[in-house]
């Protein structure tokens, strides 16, 4: 009983503790840089390349990587996942969309950069890589049984007064100047208030009130829809970590062994992360000594798939179209994650 | 009038849902608001991304969650 009062304890430290002021101010951006990309950004010219009659390879990259455009919710990923199948691209292209939508957001991506840039880099470069990859094969594998009702309509999107491309992009250039200013590494406070001030002038003279407002609102939608249950995982986090032995994750996860990887994916599979909580848990295992190549295979299997998920996507596609997806996810998390880990080990 | 919101339960589309209400209550019609959850059904309504709007058995909107005004005036030109 005493021990489960000091892990409550140790998580309302490692609470406390992870508030920083870098933090807060590294997050806020990324979230005003999600709300920018919600508001601004045209979905127009991406969702046509997921509709019946776009490019197959296109098709396939885009689905990999617009994942940071399109769903930013993540309930919309299953709808959008199941009319991409039957009425756009196919399986294919939906599979990757499925699994890409979730592991390759702004917020996430950003964050992973504090495990370290290896697991950073490396996670955005491997989700992308599996996500097709598995949608390639799911498209192998079951086209022949697919039946389409292909809708070209339904992928061509109507923007509603979108500002211009060019002011968009200088928006999000200077964000993401402002974040890389804010890191540990570069921490440079002067650049950092100058290209706040650039972003004022930018703003005033780009966005009018209703575009501005709008976009504020939408970011703070954002934040109170993820923070709450990021700080819950944070907390979770320090609370595990405190009960979790460190010897047993050393030797279960410790070594970049194909069991230890495999062991990592199948609990990121199953586990539930809600978004961004995946990292203070990682956080917290690679403290107790897990290897980053195990590290990595769980941040890649982990958003995309849970439990109670499983069940859904079952629902949609079928139990053997679901089964057989879970088993690509799960292999090919585990094997990026032994390579990966393998490299990291040379560096 | 029998109104339908498709959406999984998130915070989006219980925001249409409540803005809908809100709606209906200023225009003063008495309307049935059904929130559909199951994915296969909202799947039959043909949109490509949730939340999503129909009334009357037709799709009005989808994609983003509506303000109040933006409602009123879908309903208005779909009694």
Same mark, same amino acid.
């Given at each position: 009983?005493?021990? +489960?009062? @000091?892990?409550?304890?140790? #998580?309302?430290?490692?609470?406390?503790?992870?508030?920083?002021?870098?933090?807060?101010?590294?997050?806020?951006?990324?979230?005003?840089?999600?709300?920018?990309?919600?508001?601004?950004?045209?979905?127009?010219? !991406?969702?046509?390349?997921?509709?019946?009659?776009?490019?197959?390879?296109?098709?396939?990259?885009?689905?990999?990587?617009?994942?940071?455009?399109?769903?930013?919710?993540?309930?919309? !990923?299953?709808?959008? +996942?199941?009319?991409?199948?039957?009425?756009?691209? #196919?399986?294919?292209?939906?599979?990757?969309?499925?699994? /890409?939508?979730?592991?390759?957001?702004?917020?996430?991506?950003?964050?992973?950069?504090?495990?370290?840039? @290896?697991?950073?880099?490396?996670?955005?470069?491997?989700?992308?890589?599996?996500?097709? &990859?598995?949608?390639?094969?799911? +498209?192998?594998?079951?086209?022949?049984?697919?039946?389409?009702?292909?809708?070209?309509?339904?992928?061509?999107?109507? @923007?509603?007064? $979108?500002?211009?491309?060019?002011?968009?992009?200088?928006?999000?250039?200077?964000? &993401?100047?402002?974040?890389?200013?804010?890191?540990?590494?570069?921490?440079?406070?002067?650049?950092?208030?100058?290209?706040?001030?650039?972003?004022?002038?930018?703003?005033?003279?780009?966005?009018?009130?209703?575009?501005?407002?709008?976009?504020?609102?939408?970011?703070?939608?954002?934040?109170?829809?993820?923070?709450?249950?990021?700080?819950?995982?944070?907390?979770?986090?320090?609370?595990?970590?405190?009960?979790?032995?460190? *010897?047993?994750?050393?030797?279960? %996860?410790?070594?970049?062994?194909?069991?230890?990887?495999?062991?990592?994916?199948?609990?990121?599979?199953?586990?539930?992360?809600?978004?961004?909580?995946?990292?203070?848990?990682?956080?917290?295992?690679?403290?107790?000594?897990?290897?980053?190549?195990?590290?990595?295979?769980?941040?890649?299997?982990?958003?995309?798939?849970?439990?109670?998920?499983?069940? %859904?996507?079952?629902?949609?596609? #079928?139990?053997?179209?679901?089964?057989?997806?879970?088993?690509?996810? !799960?292999?090919?998390?585990?094997?990026?994650?032994?390579?990966? #880990? /393998?490299?990291?080990?040379?560096? | 009038?029998?109104?339908?919101?498709?959406?999984?339960?998130?915070?989006?589309?219980?925001?249409?849902?409540?803005?809908?209400?809100?709606?209906?209550? $200023?225009?003063?019609?008495?309307?049935?608001?059904?929130?559909?959850?199951?994915?296969?059904?909202?799947?039959?309504?043909?949109?490509?991304?949730?939340?999503?709007?129909?009334?009357?058995?037709?799709?009005?909107?989808?994609?983003?969650?509506?303000?109040? *005004?933006?409602?009123?005036?879908?309903?208005?030109?779909? &009694?």
């Amino acid at each position: 009983m005493e021990v +489960f009062v @000091d892990a409550m304890a140790e #998580g309302g430290r490692a609470l406390g503790l992870y508030i920083t002021w870098q933090r807060v101010l590294g997050l806020t951006i990324a979230f005003f840089l999600s709300g920018a990309i919600q508001n601004f950004m045209s979905q127009k010219f !991406v969702v046509k390349f997921l509709g019946p009659k776009s490019n197959k390879i296109l098709s396939f990259l885009v689905a990999a990587t617009s994942g940071a455009i399109l769903s930013v919710c993540s309930c919309s !990923v299953l709808p959008m +996942f199941a009319s991409i199948r039957k009425r756009g691209a #196919g399986i294919g292209p939906a599979v990757t969309f499925l699994f /890409a939508g979730p592991a390759i957001n702004i917020l996430a991506i950003t964050m992973t950069f504090e495990l370290g840039w @290896d697991i950073g880099l490396t996670r955005i470069f491997c989700s992308v890589l599996i996500s097709i &990859i598995i949608g390639v094969l799911m +498209f192998l594998i079951f086209r022949k049984k697919e039946k389409t009702e292909q809708n070209e309509n339904l992928f061509m999107q109507n @923007d509603e007064n $979108n500002i211009k491309w060019w002011k968009s992009l200088m928006l999000f250039l200077t964000m &993401i100047a402002m974040m890389l200013s804010g890191f540990k590494a570069i921490s440079n406070i002067i650049a950092t208030s100058v290209l706040f001030v650039v972003l004022i002038i930018e703003c005033l003279v780009f966005l009018k009130f209703k575009d501005f407002k709008e976009w504020v609102a939408s970011t703070c939608e954002l934040i109170k829809k993820i923070i709450p249950l990021f700080l819950v995982g944070v907390f979770l986090a320090g609370f595990l970590t405190y009960l979790i032995p460190k *010897e047993f994750v050393v030797k279960v %996860v410790g070594a970049n062994t194909i069991y230890g990887n495999l062991i990592s994916s199948v609990f990121g599979a199953f586990m539930y992360f809600a978004t961004l909580t995946e990292i203070p848990i990682v956080q917290g295992f690679l403290s107790l000594g897990m290897g980053r190549g195990s590290a990595l295979a769980m941040l890649l299997a982990g958003p995309s798939l849970s439990l109670p998920n499983m069940f %859904v996507i079952g629902k949609v596609m #079928g139990v053997k179209r679901t089964i057989t997806y879970i088993l690509l996810v !799960v292999i090919f998390s585990t094997l990026m994650g032994l390579c990966c #880990g /393998a490299i990291f080990n040379l560096l | 009038m029998k109104i339908k919101i498709l959406g999984s339960g998130c915070p989006k589309c219980q925001k249409l849902e409540a803005n809908t209400k809100q709606a209906l209550k $200023n225009l003063g019609i008495v309307a049935d608001v059904d929130h559909v959850k199951d994915i296969v059904k909202i799947m039959d309504y043909n949109i490509l991304k949730t939340p999503g709007l129909v009334v009357d058995g037709k799709v009005i909107a989808s994609g983003k969650v509506l303000d109040i *005004e933006n409602i009123e005036k879908l309903i208005k030109s779909n &009694i």
